[in-house]
Nanobody, 124 residues
Framework: QVQLVESGGGSVPAGSSLRLTCAAS????????RGWFRQAPGKEREWVAA????????NYADSVKGRFTISRDNAKSTVYLQMNSLKPEDTAVYYC?????????????????WGQGTQVTVSS
């Protein structure tokens, strides 16, 4: 059973950067695809980015492409989301997710494990 814990959220002005961290514990992270999602108030949870276990393949939602970068350090069982040029519309609770399978999947239901979320607020 994998437990995921996000950190790194905060309140920043537009144009700033933040780096989110998702640490996994409770078992080996080997073979897990990891993803980041976000959910704004009153909206459905939406996919942001995904990375395969080796880190060799990544995929991004069009809304964050070119501004956000997903990466991982398997030695630390940790995945990161570097967020640059933040916009007010990036304001949301950000969640990390995992599944022990290959696939840079954007569907929420595909992932088996979820963190508790970290709040990101971007002011204009």
């Amino acid at each position: 059973q994998v437990q995921l814990v996000e950190s790194g959220g905060g309140s920043v002005p537009a144009g700033s950067s933040l780096r989110l961290t998702c640490a996994a514990s409770g078992g080996s992270d080997s073979g897990y695809t990891r993803g980041w999602f976000r959910q704004a108030p009153g909206k459905e949870r939406e996919w942001v980015a995904a990375i395969n276990w080796s880190g060799s393949s990544t995929n991004y939602a069009d809304s964050v492409k070119g501004r956000f970068t997903i990466s991982r350090d398997n030695a630390k069982s940790t995945v990161y989301l570097q967020m640059n040029s933040l916009k007010p519309e990036d304001t949301a609770v950000y969640y990390c997710a995992a599944r022990h399978a290959y696939g840079l999947v954007s569907e929420t239901d595909w992932y088996d494990y979820w963190g508790q979320g970290t709040q990101v607020t971007v002011s204009s």
